[in-house]
């Protein structure tokens, strides 16, 4: 039997309960799976065939630890799914740019850099933006994110400097058309389409997180929607060479045939197996054909 370790968080160490769903599969595979918290010291990281990211969801709030942790398993020839240079290169939202730059739709966004002084109206009125959304370049799960306007950006601009004291910025416009379209996540695995989803805010909020009261649908996306969705990810293996991505997930907002897209998740996404039948299976041969 092989032994993988799905690497999870000090809140949270055990297995998910989406997650859960691959222990069967797997094991029909020769694949024993162990939960293991990527920051426990005790963790004895060599003895695993593969360590798979699934819930490190504190990576963003301790990313030099990660990234840390990241190097010394690659330096002692653990695998690691995904590969550490895709992890690594979708830590930091700069990797919008990326996809940008080789013509993937996605919202306008202006980067602020740690400790750089910037005037949040002007920004708006310079871009003629009515709204945006303000994040951490290093977030997950929504955290530090919030909303601003044309109307409220001088009140808000004490909480922009506070997060730029942190560390860079996003300033990214509000597409409005989350709150009635909703956010859109695509489920590949092994490079080839799963399943999606689609994540609905609660009335009056953005944010679609169920946390926040969002929630969420399976969804069967057209075969030009789930192009498009691909063609994200095909952009990201250019930018981060390191081989197709074991599991990847694509959040965007529909926009006719194409997907405007929010993020590229590489790292511990949410899959959402329990909302496909097969999608626990598919899951499991994309790690067994990694192994």
């Not at 996003?170 to 799963?194: C, H, K, M, P, Y």
Request: aromatic fraction near 8%; charge should be positive; include cysteine.
């Amino acid at each position: 039997m092989l032994r993988v370790a799905f690497a999870t968080w000090r809140s949270q160490p055990g297995l998910t309960a989406d997650d859960s769903l691959a222990v069967e599969p797997l094991g029909r595979r020769g694949i024993v799976v162990e939960p293991g918290v990527w920051s426990a010291r005790s963790v004895a990281w060599e003895a695993f065939d593969a360590v798979v990211l699934r819930s490190c969801w504190d990576y963003h709030v301790r990313a030099r630890a990660f990234v840390r942790w990241l190097d010394r398993l690659q330096a002692r020839g653990v695998l690691v799914i995904n590969a550490p240079p895709l992890v690594r290169w979708n830590l930091d939202k700069r990797y919008l740019a990326d996809l940008a730059a080789r013509g993937i739709p996605g919202e306008p966004t202006v980067r602020l850099g740690r400790g750089q002084r910037a005037d949040l109206g002007e920004i708006l009125r310079s871009h003629g933006w009515s709204g945006a959304v303000v994040k951490p370049a290093i977030s997950a799960s929504a955290r530090g994110t919030w909303r601003t306007s044309t109307g409220t950006s001088l009140a808000d601009q004490a909480r922009l400097d506070r997060l730029l004291a942190r560390g860079a910025v996003l300033v990214q416009r509000l597409n409005d058309r989350i709150a009635t379209a909703g956010e859109w996540s695509v489920v590949f695995f092994a490079g080839e389409f799963s399943h999606a989803v689609v994540k609905r805010p609660a009335p009056g909020e953005f944010r679609v997180q169920e946390k926040l009261g969002g929630t969420l649908a399976p969804v069967e996306p057209s075969e030009a929607l789930v192009r498009s969705a691909r063609a994200a990810l095909d952009a990201s293996v250019q930018a981060a060479p390191a081989g197709e991505p074991v599991y990847a997930r694509v959040d965007g907002v529909p926009e006719g045939n194409r997907l405007v897209v929010m993020e590229v998740e590489l790292i511990e996404p949410s899959l959402f197996l329990a909302t496909a039948p097969a999608a626990a299976d598919r899951f499991a041969a994309a790690i067994a054909a990694a192994l």
